[in-house]
């Protein structure tokens, strides 16, 4: 999420950090309502938890995103470290939040009639176990970065064991990849089915945590030496 301690004092205006929340969340759920409620007819009375459920998911993973690419891909503060870092580590936290709300939402709402395709009768099948297995390993080592980000986590840790917390959130993100690939891939193969031409939210959020991770590997291999 960033590779300094936290500045003293609201360096910031809390305002800042809160468009981007709403942004994320202001999208994600107009995404969710068009695409589910709306062009596929899912009832209304499945928007507080279901709906509500897969914009949670999609924020969280914007905010998780953005929060690597802010400073490589997305030029912001780019004159001021200190305000970039305080715009980081909101994007990270606050992603993070999001993703264990989904999880708890998630296990709430884990049944045949709601995700018909995660069970064969009673008990999952293998494409429910992947897509648990993974969800729950990306929470798990997103906790990392999230928990190494917190005050006096930088001095208590040493600089190495601290930048290697923070980079555990590119393995976070790559587990999200395939929690994601696993529970839509089949769908992502029939566009004609889509609802008004929209991609699935896996498919998008797919994308999305993608982008991070290119950045991440182009970064790398413009800092290696020519003819390496
Ligand atoms: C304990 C951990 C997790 C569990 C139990 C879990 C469970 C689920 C379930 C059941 C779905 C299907 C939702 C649906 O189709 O309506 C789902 C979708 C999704 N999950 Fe997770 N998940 C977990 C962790 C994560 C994490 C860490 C992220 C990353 C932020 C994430 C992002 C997503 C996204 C973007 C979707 C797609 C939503 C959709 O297609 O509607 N999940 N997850």
Redesign the pocket.
């Known amino acids: 999420m960033s590779s300094n301690p936290a500045p003293e004092g609201p360096v910031l205006r809390r305002s800042h950090c809160h468009l981007w929340l709403l942004a994320a969340i202001a999208f994600s759920l107009a995404y969710?309502v068009l695409r589910?409620n709306v062009l596929k007819g899912v009832e209304w009375e499945h928007f507080p938890l279901?709906i509500v459920?897969?914009a949670t998911?999609?924020s969280?993973?914007i905010l998780?995103a953005s929060s690597y690419l802010v400073g490589r891909w997305i030029k912001v503060f780019e004159d001021d470290p200190e305000k970039r870092l305080v715009l980081v580590k909101f994007l990270g936290l606050g992603?993070f939040a999001?993703?264990a709300l989904?999880?708890v939402m998630?296990?709430t709402?884990?049944s045949p009639d709601?995700?018909p395709k995660?069970f064969a009768e009673t008990k999952m099948n293998l494409t429910g176990e992947i897509?648990?297995l993974f969800?729950?390993l990306?929470?798990f080592w997103?906790a990392s970065p999230a928990l190494s980000s917190l005050p006096n986590m930088q001095p208590a840790l040493g600089k190495r064991l601290w930048l290697r917390s923070q980079r555990i959130g590119y393995l976070?993100l790559s587990?999200?990849g395939i929690?994601?690939f696993a529970?839509?891939f089949k769908g992502w193969l029939t566009p004609n089915e889509w609802p008004g031409g929209m991609p699935?939210?896996?498919m998008v959020?797919f994308a999305v945590?993608v982008l991070p991770l290119a950045a991440k590997l182009i970064t790398k291999e413009r800092a290696r030496p020519a003819g390496d």
Do not use: D, E, Q
């Open positions: 969710a589910y279901y459920n897969k998911s999609l969280a993973v998780l992603g999001l993703a989904h999880a998630s296990l709402l884990l709601y995700y995660f897509t648990m969800g729950v990306g929470l997103m976070a587990m999200t929690h994601l529970m839509g699935p939210i896996t959020g945590v």
